[in-house]
């Protein structure tokens, strides 16, 4: 201590100042360093949760299609992970409601008070004349094109006037309006359905001609398949007699919709049509009355 205080001040003084802003210029270095790895580390936490929180907001608007893609292997990896997965499920959920029709889906959910049974329906069936004779013209791919288009344009004015599609098959198109209170304001829907078609066949505005069976009557829904390959689909004897009256009506030249008697009825009289005549169809014990829409 006696050499310390015997010692030069000036010196002292000159090493403490020395120490002091070595200290300072630590402090200050350390002080950016802490800042940088606070600012690094908050980062990392904050950029998931902020992606987690826009993805939430994108999802609200129904956008199912946004993926945060993280390759994080901590917790917030994983929950970005499950966020992924949910949005891929509700996106494939939309798509396959988009492919099922509303009854099918009330059905599944098992909203309202739809289930599987009996109901009546008015059921519409769709074809094309000659279809062979067009595919060996035309060729497989170029039909399968034409049909692809053809099958949209139905299918977008059977769902415009409340009806659902049943079922496609090839050239085929089955189409079911269910009758909930009023059989004649469902009658006259699917009227209106032929009469549009007939007009865009008339000014060319379809790739195939069209003939159209309607009829009227009491058929059961519901699935049928096996396992997890199940279609929701109508069955009865009134789905296999429009099916013979649009037969009838491939053999038409022009104004190729034929209707039953039980349909035409319901129409009251609101609409031009002549006697087609009773044909015998197979299957019917008594000829059936049929009408031509004109």
Known sequence: SLLVVLGPEKKLIREVNNMS??????????????????????DDIINPVNALIFGIKEVNRENFSFKINSDRNDELGALCLSFDRMTKGLDEKRMMSRMISNTARMVTLDEGTLTSGKTNAILLYLGIPNFSKVMKNLGDYEVFKRLKKQTSVMAGIIMDEGGEVDKIMGEKMLAVFRVNNNE????MAAYRVAKRM???ERTNQLSFSISIGLNYGKVINGFLGVGNKRDFTVIGDPVNVAARIEGLAESLENNRCVISETVYSLLNNSVIAKVYGEVELKGKSKPMKVYQLV
């Open 198 to 200: 007939l007009e865009l």
């Open 21 to 42: 802003w070595g200290f300072y210029i630590l402090l200050v270095v350390s002080m950016i360093i802490i800042i940088l790895t606070t600012k690094n580390i908050a």
């Open 184 to 187: 004649s304001e469902t009658a």
